[in-house]
C-alpha cells in the first residue's frame, strides 16, 4: 500500500517525467473544462427558485410573502425569483454574494431561524443587512430590470415621477430607500425607531 501511495506520489510531483508535455496540456484544459462547467452548473443550480424554497424557513416564511406581490405575478407574466433580486447578476459580484450567503448556511446548520418565533426575533437584522447591501451597490439588482432610461415617467404617479426623475437619476438616492417592503413584509421597525430616539 505504501508502495502504491509513493508511486502515485511521484507521478503527482513529477509529472512530466511519465506524460508528454501535450498530453498534460491537453488534460489539464480538458480538467479545466470540465471543472468550470460543474463550477458553474452547481452555482445556477443554487439560484433556482426550488433551490431557495428548499428549507422550509424561506418557504414558510419570506416566500410566502412574495406571492401576492407584483414581483410575483403580474399582467406581463414576468416573475422576479429570489435569485433576480438577492444575487447579483454579474460573475464577479456573484461570486462575491455566494462567499457572504455562507454564512446563512452556518444559520440553517445550527437552526438560527428555523422556527417562524425565531425568524420574527432575527428580521429587523437580517432586513437591515439586505438593505445595506442594497444601498451599498446602489440597488444593483433592482437595476438589471428597472432602468431610467426604460420608464415613462408619463404613467407614474405625480410622487413617483419627481423622485425618480429627480433624486434618484442625480443618484442622491437609490431603488431600496423607498422601496423597502416592496415584495417582503416590513418587520417590525419599532426597535429602529427607538434607535433614533436615543
Not at 52 to 74: A, K, S, W
Amino acid at each position: 500500500m505504501i508502495d502504491l501511495i509513493k508511486r502515485y506520489w511521484r507521478t503527482l510531483t513529477r509529472p512530466s517525467a511519465y506524460y508528454s508535455l501535450g498530453f498534460l496540456t491537453i488534460g489539464g484544459f480538458n480538467g479545466g473544462v470540465i471543472f468550470w462547467v460543474g463550477f458553474n452548473t452547481a452555482m445556477e443550480a443554487t439560484n433556482t427558485e426550488q433551490f431557495c424554497t428548499g428549507c422550509h424557513e424561506m418557504r414558510d416564511n419570506v416566500y410566502q410573502e412574495l406571492q401576492p406581490t407584483i414581483h410575483f405575478t403580474n399582467r406581463s407574466g414576468v416573475r422576479a425569483k429570489c435569485s433576480d433580486c438577492h444575487v447579483p447578476h454579474a460573475w464577479t459580484h456573484k461570486m462575491a454574494r455566494k462567499m457572504q450567503a455562507s454564512k446563512e448556511v452556518w444559520g440553517k446548520i445550527f437552526g438560527t431561524i428555523d422556527t417562524r418565533d425565531k425568524f420574527l426575533d432575527k428580521r429587523l437584522e437580517l432586513a437591515q443587512r439586505e438593505w445595506a447591501r442594497f444601498k451599498a451597490n446602489d440597488s444593483l439588482e433592482c437595476r438589471n430590470c428597472h432602468q431610467f432610461q426604460s420608464m415613462d415617467f408619463t404613467r407614474q404617479g405625480k410622487r413617483a415621477a419627481d423622485a425618480h426623475s429627480t433624486a434618484l437619476d442625480r443618484g442622491e438616492k437609490t431603488c431600496i430607500d423607498c422601496h423597502k417592503g416592496i415584495a417582503h413584509r416590513l418587520p417590525d421597525m419599532s426597535a429602529m425607531e427607538k434607535g433614533h430616539e436615543r
